[in-house]
């Protein structure tokens, strides 16, 4: 069991950079691979990235070579570092979690966070 606390969302102009955080608790945090997906209104929730417990990381094609996806098993932390939004990135973030790689690029992982809003204005 992990509870996930994301933050940093607001509110940014295209072309701009923002740094979402998202902290876990728990002693064995480093098991899980964390993930980062997103739901703008009206839309399907989306995966956009995620991050095993070796370091390994995977992002969707709509945001490869923009986002990076980082954690650091210290701090019980995982990140999501947003560069070059575009309005299309507009969403609610949302943090998850698993023991199942496979269960976070699906979108069903087990734990998920409360969500953090990301706006990109034209």
């Known amino acids: 069991q992990v509870q996930l606390v994301e933050s940093g969302g607001g509110l940014v102009e295209a072309g701009g950079s923002l740094r979402l955080s998202c902290a876990a608790s728990g002693s064995i945090f480093s098991i899980y691979t964390m993930g980062w997906s997103r739901q703008a209104p009206g839309k399907q929730r989306e995966w956009v990235a995620s991050?095993?417990?070796?370091?390994?990381?995977n992002y969707a094609d709509s945001v490869k070579g923009r986002f990076t996806i980082s954690r650091d098993d210290a701090k019980n932390t995982v990140y999501l570092q947003m560069n070059t939004l575009k309005p299309e990135d507009t969403a609610v973030y949302y943090c998850?979690?698993?023991?199942?790689?496979?269960?976070?690029?699906?979108?069903?992982?087990?734990?998920w966070g409360q969500g953090t809003q990301v706006t990109v204005s034209s």
């Open positions: 998850n979690a698993d023991t199942s790689r496979l269960a976070v690029v699906r979108g069903i992982a087990r734990h």
């Open positions: 991050i095993t417990g070796a370091g390994s990381t």
